[in-house]
């Protein structure tokens, strides 16, 4: 199984500003995701990162509001920008080898804050 | 599109009790159907998963579910239950895509 580590673990930012979460996964993996989970709610899939591809956005999210890089196999950031109140959540990054045989693994997620 | 529905939202139970969680997911193709636990403070983790072959799989802790593919379920069972065992539970499926999750049941044990 993955070990997925993500910085930072927590973090309390002031509306308008912008949070760069990283995601270290401890083996090359082809897919990551990223998902955010609201206060009470389940987790809802922002987008999927694949390396040397550009991100793929699910419906109601845009690249504008939370850009993702995936430089290589191991390591992938979400900025979430201009953060609302609306923003605070829990991120977390997620990683399998290929969808249809493989499980997919969860990091510790990033709780933040959005006053 | 792949959905996931979680009848049980929230489920209080008493040390030693059956539990049984349901879990009916919509999806055309074949699937892959996963279920999390989230215990308080801690991160996800996966409890049990079936990808083909036996139907009833079994996980940690005492869980197993069994796959019936003709009521599209995937439910959750555990015959005894702990006090330890007050987590949120999210069951998953996963076809083509990045796992779609229910809403989550939330399960609080009594000793």
């Known amino acids: 199984s993955a070990v997925i580590s993500q910085k930072p673990s927590r973090d309390i930012c002031q509306r308008g500003t912008s949070l760069t979460i990283q995601c270290q996964v401890d083996?090359?993996?082809?897919?990551m995701f990223w998902y955010r989970q609201q206060p009470g709610q389940s987790l809802t899939l922002i987008a999927t990162?694949?390396?040397?591809?550009?991100?793929?956005?699910e419906s109601g999210f845009v690249i504008d509001k939370f850009p993702i890089s995936r430089p290589n196999l191991t390591f992938s950031t979400l900025t979430v920008s201009n953060m609302s109140p609306e923003d605070s959540s829990i991120y977390l990054c997620?990683?399998?080898?290929?969808?249809?045989?493989?499980?997919?693994?969860f990091g510790p997620g990033t709780r933040l804050t959005v006053l | 599109a792949q959905s996931v529905s979680q009848h049980n939202h929230h489920v209080i139970l008493s040390e030693a009790a059956s539990l049984e969680l349901g879990c009916n997911y919509s999806y055309g193709g074949t699937v892959n159907l996963f279920w999390y636990v989230q215990y308080p403070g801690q991160h996800l983790q996966l409890l049990l998963k079936?990808?083909?072959?036996?139907?009833l799989v079994k996980g940690i802790k005492g869980f197993e579910a069994e796959f019936i593919k003709s009521k599209f379920s995937f439910n959750l069972r555990k015959p005894s239950v702990q006090w330890s065992d007050t987590a949120e539970y999210f069951c998953a499926v996963t076809g083509r895509r990045a796992l779609t999750f229910g809403s989550g049941t939330r399960l609080q044990v009594q000793p």
């Open positions: 083996s090359q993996v082809t897919m």
């Open positions: 990162a694949n390396q040397g591809s550009e991100a793929t956005y």
């Open positions: 997620s990683s399998a080898r290929e969808l249809s045989t493989d499980t997919q693994y």
């Open positions: 079936y990808f083909s072959g036996d139907p």
